[in-house]
Antibody
Framework: EVQLVESGGGLVQPGGSLRLSCAAS????????MNWVRQAPGKGLEWVAN????????YYVDSVKGRFSISRDNARNTLFLQINSLRVEDTALYYCAAWTDSSYWGQGTLVTVSS | DVVLTQAPLSLPVTLGQPASISCRSS???????????LEWFQQRPGQSPRRLISFVSNRDSGVPDRFSGSGSGTDFMLQISRVEAEDVGVYYCFQYAHRPHTFGPGTKLEIK
């Protein structure tokens, strides 16, 4: 059974930082494109970033470029999202999602940016 | 950026009746390799999204065959042949033919 478990969310002040993690099991992590997708409270889905299987390619939505950094550790089957210079509008549930032969999603980790 | 427009945004349906959701793209979703990178996701209340359809019309494993996808170029459709109670939720189209990847705004399906 594929499991993606996100962690690292929390309450942070504007301008603060967090590092989100996603621990994967039950899939060939090193063969999967890995994504972060977020969902603001009561809103729709927004694709945030992804990285290719070996981590050499990284792509971001414009609103997070220069502030967010996606990375992965294939030896530990773990995906990361370093989020800096947080803004109130970054408040959302952050999902980790794997695209392989299928699409797998975690339960999300909540990031709340508030003073 | 590619903008995906869905219609309707709210879809009340009687149990057992069909339902259709349109997704229109601001650009062609045909990639250089000839594939069309358009997917459909379902998000039930309180749950994580689940992919239903990939490459316009390929149903994921375990997805009931009452769900079907169609379309080409910039116009796509998700159809449910007979709506069941478990189909309540929000449906999103998603494109990854272009970067940044984008989701549609979502269509909320409810039972009348």
């Amino acid at each position: 059974e594929v499991q993606l478990v996100e962690s690292g969310g929390g309450l942070v002040q504007p301008g603060g930082s967090l590092r989100l993690s996603c621990a994967a099991s039950g899939l060939t992590f090193s063969a999967a494109w890995m994504n972060w997708v977020r969902q603001a409270p009561g809103k729709g889905l927004e694709w945030v970033a992804n990285t290719n299987p070996d981590g050499s390619e990284k792509y971001y939505v414009d609103s997070v470029k220069g502030r967010f950094s996606i990375s992965r550790d294939n030896a530990r089957n773990t995906l990361f999202l370093q989020i800096n210079s947080l803004r109130v509008e970054d408040t959302a549930l952050y999902y980790c999602a794997a695209w392989t032969d299928s699409s797998y999603w975690g339960q999300g980790t909540l990031v709340t940016v508030s003073s | 950026d590619v903008v995906l427009t869905q219609a309707p945004l709210s879809l009340p349906v009687t149990l057992g009746q069909p339902a259709s959701i349109s997704c229109r793209s601001s650009q062609s979703l045909v990639a250089g390799d000839g594939n069309i990178y358009l997917e459909w996701f379902q998000q039930r209340p309180g749950q994580s999204p689940r992919r239903l359809i990939s490459f316009v019309s390929n149903r994921d494993s375990g997805v009931p065959d009452r769900f079907s996808g169609s379309g080409s170029g910039t116009d796509f459709m998700l159809q449910i042949s007979r709506v069941e109670a478990e189909d309540v939720g929000v449906y999103y189209c998603f494109q990854y033919a272009h970067r940044p990847h984008t989701f549609g705004p979502g269509t909320k399906l409810e039972i009348k």
